[in-house]
């Protein structure tokens, strides 16, 4: 199935969106 796909997508843009918040 994709879940696992849309797991990874979902783990990578919390990341992402963490990051760019530190960078503010």
Known sequence: TN????EEM?????VEQESKERNQ
Request: aromatic share 12%; hydrophobic share 55%; net charge positive.
């Open 10 to 14: 979902k783990k990578a843009y919390m």
């Open 3 to 6: 879940d696992a796909v849309l």
